[in-house]
Each structure stands twice: as C-alpha cells, then as structure tokens.
C-alpha cells in the first residue's frame, strides 16, 4: 500500500465550477499536509500549507484535513483557466528526517 | 534571487553513458533534495543534503551518487545510464526541514536515456 494515494484524473471541469481535489494516506506520523501546483514543464510550486487537523483558507482556495479519517482535501472555488496544472498532495512527519512524501498528482483542467 | 537554477534543460544520453545534473541555489539554503518525476507519478526523492560535506539517500538512489561541497550547489551524477532512469529531474532547496519550511523547485531536467 503506498503511504499516500491520490486519484491521478485526469479532471475537466467548466470554468466557474468548484473543484475538489483529494489523497489519502496511511501513516499517521504525518503532521503537515501540502499542496503544489505544477503547470506543465515546470517545478512544483506550494499552493497551501495546513498543519494537522483543521480548514485554511487562501483567496479561493482552501484545504481541509482529517486525521480521523486520513483524509485531505483541496478546494477551488470560482476555478480558472489559470487554475489548470497538476495539483500534487504532499506530507510529512514530525520526526526524523522530514522528508515530504507525494500523492501522484491529479491534472486538472478548467474549460473557458 | 535566481532561485534553484538547473542545468541542462534536456538531454538525451546512450545506455551506459555517465552524466552530472547540475542544481544551484542562491538562497542560501541549508538543505537541497533531488527528486525524480515519472509520468503519471508523484515526485520520488533521490537523495539529500543538509548541509555542505553532508548527504543521505532517499526513496530511489540506486544508479545514482551526489556531493555537497558549497552550500550553493548539489549535483547529481549518473555514472551508468539506463532506460529506467529516463525521467524527469526536479531540484529543490528550502532553509531548514522542520515544520512548514516550503521546499522550493527548479524547472527541471529532462533526462531520456536511448
């Protein structure tokens, strides 16, 4: 099982809609949940930071994370054509070496 | 600030070939991180570094080796290429690991290996 599952898509949606991007994950040593955007051929770069438990919100964005459950969730609302990349989860543990694990990814695109 | 700069864009090598992908930082960043991306997949770290004369392996480090001599620079080598190494290379760096410290990513290299 990997440590962190993400439905990899690809998701098409109409611009103006709300998406909802997620992951699940198996390790509950993870304590900070990320989200990245990465447009095409270019490197990740973060969309949102959340740490354990609890809503963030950011303009139009906004994550949401359920220990309970292993379960986060990315939120666009009003989405643009801008808004078309692939969104990749990512989290890591308190402990040890930190190093970030990374859902596969999910392409989005937003149709004008 | 340049950022995390990469170095070549693309590149095609022969099986068995060797090769050094080159990331630079000029953020003064403590800790630098080789990833790889494979279509349809997520990033799988390679190796990394905290600090200089300091690295350590990650996820997938066979095939390849790196060094840390300047806090500025952590190249990466492939001393004998194969087909399973053609991917996409992403460099990052951030200031420190703990808490939510945002790695920050070059643009890439594309590595197809023929």
């Known amino acids: 099982q990997k440590e962190v599952e993400q439905d990899p898509g690809p998701l098409s949606v109409p611009e103006g809609a709300i998406v909802s991007l997620n992951c699940t994950y198996s390790?509950?040593?993870?304590?900070?949940f990320m989200w990245y955007r990465q447009y095409s051929r270019k490197g990740p770069e973060l969309l949102m930071y959340?740490?354990?438990?609890g809503n963030k919100e950011d303009g139009r964005f906004t994550a949401q994370v359920d220990k309970s459950s292993k379960y986060i969730s990315l939120f666009i609302r009003d989405s643009q054509p801008s808004d078309s990349a692939t969104y990749l989860c990512a989290m890591k543990s308190i402990q040890g070496a930190q190093k970030l694990v990374f859902g596969q990814g999910t392409r989005l695109t937003i149709n004008p | 600030n340049a950022g995390v700069t990469q170095t070549p864009k693309f590149r095609i090598l022969k099986i068995g070939q060797s090769m050094t992908l080159q990331c630079t930082q000029d953020?003064?960043?403590?800790?630098m991180y080789w990833y790889r991306q494979d279509p349809g997949m997520g990033l799988k770290l390679i190796y990394y570094s905290v600090g200089a004369g300091i690295t350590d392996k990650g996820e997938v480090p066979n095939g390849y080796n790196v060094s840390r001599s300047t806090t500025e620079d952590f190249p990466l080598r492939l001393e004998l290429a194969a087909p399973s190494q053609t991917s996409v290379y992403f460099c990052?760096?951030?200031?420190?690991?703990?808490?939510?410290?945002?790695?920050?990513f070059g643009p890439g290299t594309r590595l197809l290996v023929l």
């Open positions: 990052a760096s951030s200031y420190s690991i703990w808490t939510q410290e945002t790695q920050y």
């Open positions: 953020m003064n960043h403590n800790y």
């Open positions: 390790n509950s040593a993870f304590q900070y």
């Open positions: 959340t740490y354990s438990s």
